[in-house]
């Protein structure tokens, strides 16, 4: 009778025998290793990083000499291509790049007929850029060439846009500082030319938009006149006090600091003991605001000041 083989049951591991010898780990070079990554050699990699970065730099000058000599020949081309480049670059507010190029039409075609227009463009242009000094020479040296031109009138405009919107920094704004205080330097200079255009070029399209700036400039102008004359009252020195009361309302009538203006005047020259010259200020008074010409309100005298 043969001898039965005893079969191997695969669902139960086979128990290791204490005396049976360990399997060996199998030791594969590095190499055969597939997930590992060999490094460069640190040296080679070095010597390779500046000349990939000569080799960029040298990418680089060669695409910025093509822009370089494509913009070359386009200001090398006639006028009109200049002037539309420029008119693109100022309808799309890039307002730098068209300063460049009315400049260098201005520069390089002086008598063309485009030249002309491109000067009044780049005022407006320095102005939108925010280079008011840019602007204002711009405009002066149009004012200056071109007495007769049709358009003049706009640049005699922009002069008074670039003064009147100087408008104080952010401290002053935040601090709340009254500019009634402040000498009103550049609102004279945009009152001035707001003036041109209204009195010489009545008919212009920007003589409405003007005529509403100097009201604005009027007031502001008759405030501080009013705050200087109230500084001489407080002072006593009622002649000087009269003599900028008279002004304010000489020079900006219409003006809200007119009212005010004549009640220092009354007050000055009773202090200064002209009866008459202060009876004919309060009918002025009474006639254009009402009221008993007696009655008009007396000037204060400060609590601390216990003379004049």
Not at 85 to 94: I, V
Not at 192 to 220: G, Q, T
Not at 222 to 227: F, R, S
Request: charged content about 25%; proline content about 6%; hydrophobic content about 40%.
């Amino acid at each position: 009778m043969p001898r039965m083989t005893p079969s191997l049951d695969l669902s139960t591991p086979a128990r290791r025998s204490r005396h049976a010898p360990r399997a060996q780990a199998l030791a594969l070079p590095p190499s055969s290793m597939p997930w590992r990554v060999r490094r460069p050699h640190s040296r080679s990699h070095r010597l390779l990083l500046p000349w990939a970065a000569l080799l960029l730099a040298l990418a680089v000058l060669l695409l910025s000499g093509c822009r370089t000599n494509r913009e070359a020949d386009m200001l090398q081309s006639n006028p009109e291509v200049i002037y539309e480049r420029a008119q693109k670059s100022l309808n799309q507010q890039d307002y730098n790049n068209a300063i460049r190029l009315y400049e260098a039409l201005n520069a390089r075609y002086p008598f063309a007929a485009e030249s002309r227009q491109a000067r009044l463009d780049l005022i407006y242009a320095y102005y939108k850029a925010r280079e008011s000094e840019s602007a204002l020479d711009a405009a002066d040296t149009f004012i200056r060439e071109n007495p007769t031109h049709p358009r003049v009138d706009y640049a005699w405009y922009i002069k008074g846009l670039v003064d009147f919107e100087r408008l104080p920094n952010f401290l002053e704004r935040w601090l709340k500082v009254d500019l009634n205080e402040r000498p009103p330097q550049t609102a004279r200079k945009a009152f001035a030319s707001f003036r041109k255009v209204v009195e010489d070029y009545p008919k212009s399209e920007y003589a409405h938009d003007a005529r509403r700036r100097m009201i604005h400039l009027r007031n502001r102008l008759a405030d501080y006149q009013l705050y200087v004359a109230r500084y001489y009252m407080k002072r006593g020195a009622w002649v000087a006090a009269a003599q900028r009361a008279k002004e304010t309302i000489e020079q900006y009538d219409g003006a809200p600091a007119a009212r005010d203006a004549l009640e220092i005047m009354v007050q000055a020259y009773e202090n200064l003991g002209m009866k008459e010259l202060a009876d004919q200020t309060r009918q002025v008074y009474a006639a254009n605001y009402g009221g008993d010409q007696q009655k008009v309100v007396p000037y204060k005298r400060p609590w601390w000041k216990l003379w004049g």
